[in-house]
Structure formats: structure tokens, C-alpha cells
């Protein structure tokens, strides 16, 4: 047991954080025909020392909490910081840094169809090194966070109603409640016995009694000697008594911070006067939100004269903390401080910082990504039903085609159109895919689960493949031959393979979609588009030889060109067809639409349904790898 206590404890105390003289600029939307885009001073020229123990900030909506908050744990873009610097103990804060700290966001971001033992499984085989753990060892300790957090009763739980599964979470399936799933938040984040926990509003949605004891539970952390910042909104009396420090936060200003038990006497001294029986939470807020007159006879020690009327222009409350003992404390300490000549650094991620090497990361986040698929089995499903049903329609449509003049060719080449626009259009859905998990992956990659290659590449192989190659087999299958198409087992392959290289493509091209936009309004358009672009200049609805010279190119781009022209050789090579008077060749009608019918041109198709695949695969991930991971 006592072990097993020890796997959770966190090895170092936490360290003291510091930040100075920190401005911090936000780009707002750029107006038209203005070259330069305008700014937004968030956070204005701001200096705090936050040490072990529980540190909140607080302030009224918009105030900057959650801006300070994450320019401090090192999430927001560095381009936006135009002076100052964030120390963690003496070192400036880092990639390295943001590794072993951790930040739970407000909106927890769970994979919905794993339980919470599994979602802590998944957290603990990433992001603890294996040479350090054995699997008996990440067992210990996610039983050991289990316990810590009391989340006993739900472990075995499915989160459900998380994040991308909201869309399947259903009335019959109730998942773990609010306060469960914020707590398995922080779980996936104290797998790694970080000593600095940053937490954006944990509070925000939680009922009372809840956020009360979620509280507790940080508490009970900070104790262990570790440094937890928080940003939280408006704290009942219970939860602010647990506070060791504040900053308290208006329009990007600091109008204090220290020890909330001397907070009262300091906005006496200013002229504010909380009440008996008044929550000195709320009563902060309602000053800062005017809603509090000053009495300003009392006198206010190392301040001038009424100084909170006479700066007019400024945030008096600020103004005033600034002239305060408690702000000439924190700039004598930060004057002391030591500094490290680290850097600045500009990427999210200056070196690979993964607890665990590539190809042990694909496993278990292909053994994820096949476990939601098999959990949530919708999508899958409905894929191979949608391949079955079109294999049968289109079976039952061109059934057994005839040799005989005119059906023979018309029939055969309806039916190969008919097949390439269900394989493309079948696969609309998965410009889902990325769209869907982007936040995750976002959360998970920045938190450093795993890099942006092994998320890529699982996909590829845990979903594409089993998701949209293997059903291609099955619609093939029950398509061939119901339609009556050529007798030879080498032909059947072919126009499998020809099939699932046109899903492929199109899917690939899906997968670069979704990997840039947010959207799925966006999505839909920009998948639609070239989707229609390739029909139009497939070859079967307008004749090629005919077209304008300067739009012909377009041709060398369409999945549905390739994908015809492959199924046609396939089938019609070697065949006759043959009315009451005549008799033609499958070569014959392939000579008279220009399709090349050697054995290299078929193969030609094919090379080029991979290489449309592979380009756009490789731009996808790309687009992954370029999603900006700042805040
Ligand atoms: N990317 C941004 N673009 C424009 N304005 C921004 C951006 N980020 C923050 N702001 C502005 O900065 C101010 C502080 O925002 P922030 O989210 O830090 O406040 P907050 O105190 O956490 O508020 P809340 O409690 O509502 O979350 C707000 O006025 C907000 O509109």
C-alpha cells in the first residue's frame, strides 16, 4: 500500500514561478484594405510571484485570468509577448518545462467511449517512460490516481458524454457526472507526478458541493509541496478560505496579490469596506465592478493624496496596487531573483520531449483509435452496410449484362461510372475524421502523448484501412458478380484493387480537407467541389478529345479518369460484343475513346490513384503538423 502511495506522491517539491514586467498583445481581425492588423494590450505590463501551495486568480469575466494564466504555463504564442519573461524557479519556461508541468483545460478533453481507467491507461503508457516503468508499475499508479481522486466507483466507467462523442452520446447512455470527469482530467494529468499544475476555471460547471470538493482535492495536493495556479471566476467562502495566494485581476491589470487573509485590510486601507457576512470573494468582485463606492476618508499609507481619484485615465485600482507595499515586495524579490541565459523560444516544441519512442506510441494510439471504432461503431457499420446496399442496387441494376449490342457497352460503362461515384461520394464522411478529434489532438499532442506523425499514421492504419479499404472488397464482392462481368478470377481482383485505390484516393483527399479547416461548413464545400470538378472531367460525361485546351489539364487530377479508364481495360479487353449484323471488339470501342489498353497503360491508372493518395496524405500531414498549438 504504502508503495503504491508512493507512485502518486510527486517526487520534486514544486517550484516558485515568476513573472515580470509581462505585456502581452492579442492580433484582432484585420479591417479591410488595412495592411496591418490592429492590436489588443491583454495583459498590461503585469509582475507576480506565485510559490508552492494554492495559488488562484481571480478576477470578473475578461479580466485576463485565463490569459495570464496561460501565458505563465507557456500555452500562449510567444509572438504575443512583447516584454517581460516567465521564470520557473531560475529557468525560463520552456518546451521542456511545459513537459513536466501540467495544464488540465476548462473543457475536459476525454475520449468519450473509454472508461476513466482507460483513458488513465492511455495517459500513463505515453507519457511514462518505459524504461523507468514497468506495466506493472503504470498499473500501480493509475490504481493509486484512481484512489487519490476517489474515482473507485466510476473507473470502469465509459466517459460517454465527452468532447467528440457528444454527438453519439445518447439519453440511454449516461456517462460519468461533471465532477467525475473533471477529476479524471486532473488524473490524466497527475500520471506524471508533475510538481506545477496549472488548472483553467476547474470550477466552471460544477455545482457546488462538487467544486467544493474538487477544490479539497487540489488542496490536499498543494500540501504534498506542490505549486497548483488556478484561474477561477467566483469562489463560495469555503473554497476561497483554501487559497495561500490571489491575484486578483481586472481589465489585464493586477490590483493585488498576497495572502487573501490580508486582502480585507488592504481594501480597507483604499476605502472599501466589506461587510459582515459577506463572501470576501464576491465583495473583491463588486469592487472591481464599481459596485462598491470608495469612502475615501480613510487614510491610505505610501499613497499620494487621493490617488484612486486622481488618475483618472487609468485603472485606479491597479494604480493603487502599484503604490502598495505588497507590489514593492514583489519587485524587491524579483530584483534578487536569479536567471538562467536560456533562449527565447519561438516553436511549441524545440526537441523531441516524448516519454516514449515511435513506434510503441503507434501501438497504443492505434489500439485506441481501434477500440473507439469498435465502441462507436456507427461509422463502421454504416459503412458496410452502405457498401452492401450500393453492391446489391448496383448489382441489381446492371444485372448480367449482356454481350448484345447496344447494352453490352452502354451498360458496362454506366456501371463503371456508377461504381467510381459511389466509391468517391461513399467516402464523403471522412472529412469527419480530423474535424471530430481535432481539440484531442490538439490537448493530447501539446501535452505531449504523442507526436504528430504517430496520430497521423494511426489513423492510416486503424481506420482507413479497416474503415474504408476492407468493406471495397465486400461491395466488389457482391457487385462483380451479380452484374456478370468478365469470368476470370484475375479480372475480379483487379477491379477490387482498382476500387479500393478509388476510395483510397478520394478518401486521402477527404483526409486533407479536414485536416484544414475547423468546419464541417467549410468542409462540405471544399470536398464537394473537387469531388464535382473530377466527375466533370472523368471522362464519361463530357468527351475529353473535345474539351478547351486550357482546361484539359484538369483531366491529369481526376480520381474518376484514372478509376474508369482502369475498371474499362479490366473489362473490356478481350471481349466481343455483337448485334444482328456486326460484331466489335472491347479494343475496338477502347480505340475509339482514346484509352490506351496495353498492360503498362492499366497499370498507369493505378500509379496514379496511389500517387493522388500519397500527395495527399503527405499535404495532410502537413496541415496537421502546421495546427497552431497555441492558445
Ligand atoms: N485571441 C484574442 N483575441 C482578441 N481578444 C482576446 C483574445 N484573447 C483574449 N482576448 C481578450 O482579452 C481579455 C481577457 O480575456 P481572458 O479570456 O483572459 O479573460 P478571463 O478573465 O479569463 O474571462 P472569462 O472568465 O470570461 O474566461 C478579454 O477582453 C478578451 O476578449
Request: glycine letters at 6%; one cysteine or more; charged letters at 20%.
Amino acid at each position: 500500500m504504502e508503495a503504491e502511495e508512493a507512485t502518486i506522491h510527486f517526487q520534486m517539491p514544486g517550484p516558485t514561478l515568476t513573472f515580470q514586467n509581462v505585456r502581452y498583445f492579442v492580433n484582432l481581425k484585420r479591417k479591410f484594405l488595412h495592411r496591418n492588423a490592429e492590436e489588443k494590450e491583454i495583459l498590461k505590463d503585469i509582475s507576480g510571484i506565485m510559490k508552492p501551495g494554492m495559488n488562484a486568480i481571480l478576477g470578473p469575466t475578461g479580466s485576463g485570468k485565463t490569459s495570464l494564466l496561460d501565458v505563465i504555463a507557456g500555452r500562449k504564442d510567444p509572438k504575443g509577448l512583447r516584454t517581460g519573461q516567465v521564470l520557473v524557479d531560475s529557468e525560463i519556461v520552456n518546451a521542456d518545462m511545459r513537459m513536466r508541468s501540467a495544464y488540465v483545460v476548462q473543457d475536459d478533453i476525454l475520449m468519450g467511449t473509454l472508461t476513466v481507467r482507460e483513458n488513465l491507461e492511455f495517459s500513463a503508457n505515453l507519457r511514462l517512460s518505459r524504461i523507468e516503468f514497468s506495466a506493472e508499475d503504470k498499473k500501480l499508479k493509475v490504481n493509486a490516481v484512481i484512489r487519490e481522486l476517489s474515482l473507485q466507483d466510476c473507473a470502469d466507467t465509459k466517459i460517454v458524454f465527452s468532447l467528440f462523442s457528444k454527438h453519439i452520446g445518447t439519453d440511454f447512455i449516461r456517462g460519468i457526472s461533471g465532477g467525475e470527469r473533471k477529476r479524471c482530467s486532473i488524473g490524466m494529468e497527475l500520471i506524471t507526478s508533475p510538481s506545477l499544475i496549472f488548472l483553467d476555471e476547474p470550477t466552471t460547471g460544477l455545482d457546488a458541493n462538487t467544486a467544493n470538493s474538487l477544490m479539497r482535492l487540489l488542496h490536499t495536493i498543494s500540501r504534498k509541496g506542490k505549486t497548483v495556479i488556478f484561474s477561477i471566476h467566483q469562489p463560495r467562502y469555503s473554497i476561497f478560505q483554501q487559497f495561500d495566494h490571489m491575484t486578483l485581476m481586472n481589465k489585464g491589470e493586477i490590483i493585488f496579490a498576497g495572502a487573501p487573509d490580508k486582502a480585507l485590510g488592504y481594501f480597507e486601507k483604499a476605502g472599501y469596506k466589506c461587510e459582515a457576512f459577506n463572501n470576501p470573494a464576491d465583495f473583491f468582485l463588486d469592487i472591481i465592478n464599481g459596485e462598491i463606492p470608495p469612502t475615501l476618508d480613510t487614510p491610505t499609507p505610501g499613497l499620494q493624496t487621493n490617488a484612486l481619484v486622481s488618475c483618472e485615465d487609468k485603472n485606479k485600482l491597479a494604480f493603487y496596487y502599484r503604490q502598495s507595499e505588497f507590489y514593492s515586495e514583489v519587485e524587491e524579490t524579483l530584483r534578487k531573483r536569479p536567471c538562467s541565459s536560456v533562449p527565447k523560444q519561438h516553436g511549441f516544441r524545440d526537441k523531441d520531449v516524448y516519454a516514449t519512442p515511435f513506434f510503441y506510441q503507434l501501438l497504443i494510439v492505434s489500439l485506441r483509435t481501434m477500440k473507439n471504432i469498435l465502441r462507436n461503431p456507427q461509422t463502421s457499420y454504416a459503412q458496410l452496410a452502405l457498401n452492401i446496399f450500393f453492391g446489391v442496387l448496383v448489382g441489381l441494376i446492371y444485372y448480367q449484362i449482356p454481350n448484345t449490342l447496344p447494352e453490352a457497352i452502354q451498360n458496362r460503362v454506366g456501371a463503371f461510372f456508377f461504381l467510381v461515384i459511389n466509391m468517391v461520394f461513399g467516402n464523403l464522411s471522412a472529412v469527419e475524421l480530423f474535424i471530430n478529434e481535432r481539440v484531442l489532438f490538439i490537448h493530447e499532442n501539446t501535452s505531449g502523448y504523442y507526436r504528430t506523425s504517430t496520430y497521423f499514421l494511426s489513423k492510416v492504419f486503424a481506420d482507413l484501412i479497416p474503415n474504408r479499404i476492407f468493406p471495397v472488397f465486400l461491395f466488389s464482392a457482391v457487385s462483380y458478380f451479380m452484374m456478370g462481368m468478365k469470368n476470370e478470377v484475375e479480372a475480379f481482383f483487379l477491379y477490387a484493387f482498382t476500387l479500393s485505390m478509388v476510395s483510397m484516393a478520394a478518401v486521402s483527399l477527404a483526409f486533407l480537407v479536414s485536416a484544414s479547416v475547423r468546419t464541417f461548413a467549410v468542409a462540405n464545400v471544399l470536398i464537394a467541389l473537387p469531388y464535382v470538378f473530377m466527375m466533370v472531367f472523368g471522362g464519361f460525361l463530357v468527351n475529353l478529345n473535345a474539351m478547351l485546351n486550357w482546361m484539359s489539364w484538369l483531366k491529369w487530377i481526376s480520381i474518376f479518369r484514372y478509376g474508369l479508364n482502369a475498371l474499362t481495360i479490366n473489362e473490356m479487353k478481350g471481349q466481343l460484343f455483337y448485334s444482328n449484323t456486326s460484331t466489335t471488339t472491347g479494343e475496338e470501342y477502347m480505340d475509339q475513346q482514346g484509352i490506351d489498353y496495353s498492360p503498362w497503360a492499366f497499370w498507369q491508372n493505378e500509379v496514379a490513384l496511389i500517387s493522388i493518395s500519397c500527395v495527399c496524405m503527405v499535404f495532410a500531414y502537413i496541415q496537421l503538423w502546421r495546427v497552431n498549438r497555441w492558445k
